[in-house]
């Protein structure tokens, strides 16, 4: 019997991929978490019927969410990272000179699943730079002191459930207040063909509490192609790369100074979109 995943989007398109088998499938208090070994993409960590990451092509996003902030600040020491239980974006943060990461995940079960299936991302729990909290990402920012972050980095899944939150106004208001005075913001804000709505808030939003709010692009296969990230910046401009660490990058296997630059040119599509809700 041939077994396959697929995730549809609401319009009516999606991702499908050749299961060779499930390797374990948890409801955790938050949601259901799957991982299934794939034909062609390794194992993929599936959350609520969404891709999280697969182990082919995991490296697009997890670099492209963490080393475009990481390399516009001149000296990120303390990270704050929102969900991201798997550890992927851990994993790229530590490879940067950082003195502590914080890393605050809802779901505990997550990060279970991925000390067990995914230890190429796991790899970072074993770091003692990194401190993991099972709590949620929005209250934990209410409570946080002022200034107390150079970098935020918000991988969260879909806004949809508990991640609602995430994507919106008071949880961005709460980041600039716990950022030091020339700290950085990061999240991911969903898929410019399936998710244009999602990319376009997510802009104003941090426009209207940032000096300096930016989107960019990177291609994620597994998430049907294209994804975005918002950027908003207290002082530096995220689309120049402040520094160059030969050290890090020599270990990437997307970004690089020249996809840095890149990724902030934005089809016209993506721009009008964006223009349009800043508009509205
Ligand atoms: N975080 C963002 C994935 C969103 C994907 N959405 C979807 N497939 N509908 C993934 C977590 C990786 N650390």
């Known amino acids: ?26 409801r955790s208090p938050y949601q259901r978490i799957d991982v299934l070994e794939t034909k062609s993409h390794g194992r993929m ?24 902030a990481m390399f516009s600040h001149p000296n990120p020491k303390d990270v704050l990272i929102i969900g991201g239980g798997d550890g992927g974006t851990a994993r790229e943060v530590l490879r940067h000179d950082v003195k502590k990461i914080l ?23 074993e770091d003692e730079r990194l401190e993991v909290r099972a709590e949620d990402g ?38 600039f207040r716990v950022l030091r005075e020339d700290g950085i913001m990061v999240a991911q804000s969903g898929s ?10 997510s802009h ?8 300096i709010a930016r989107t960019y692009i990177a291609g994620t296969p597994s998430y049907g192609g294209l994804w975005s990230f918002v950027i908003g910046s207290k002082r530096y401009l995220p689309e ?16 690089n100074l020249d996809v840095h630059l890149g990724a902030f040119k934005l089809p016209t599509y993506i721009k009008k979109a964006i223009d349009e809700a800043k508009a509205s």
């Open 192 to 201: 410019p063909y399936f998710q244009l709505d999602i990319v376009a808030k």
């Open 138 to 175: 929005i209250d934990f920012v209410k409570r946080a002191s002022n200034g107390s972050y150079d970098v935020i980095i918000v991988d969260s899944t879909d806004p949809v459930g508990p991640a609602v939150g995430l994507f919106e106004k008071p949880f961005f208001e709460d980041c």
């Open 204 to 211: 104003k939003n941090m426009s209207e509490v940032f000096p």
């Open 240 to 255: 120049e790369p402040i520094r160059e660490d030969s050290s890090v990058l020599e270990k990437l296997k997307y970004y």
């Open 103 to 125: 890393l605050v995940d809802i779901d505990e079960e997550v990060v279970n699943v991925s000390k067990r299936f995914f230890p190429s991302l796991a790899t970072s729990f």
């Open 1 to 26: 019997m041939e077994l396959w995943f697929k995730e549809v989007y609401p319009q009516g398109w999606g991702v499908v991929f050749k299961v060779e088998k499930g390797l374990c499938s948890v």
């Open 45 to 68: 960590l599936v959350i609520d019927g969404a891709v999280m990451l697969t182990e082919l092509d995991e490296f697009a996003y997890h670099e492209m969410l963490v080393h475009v």
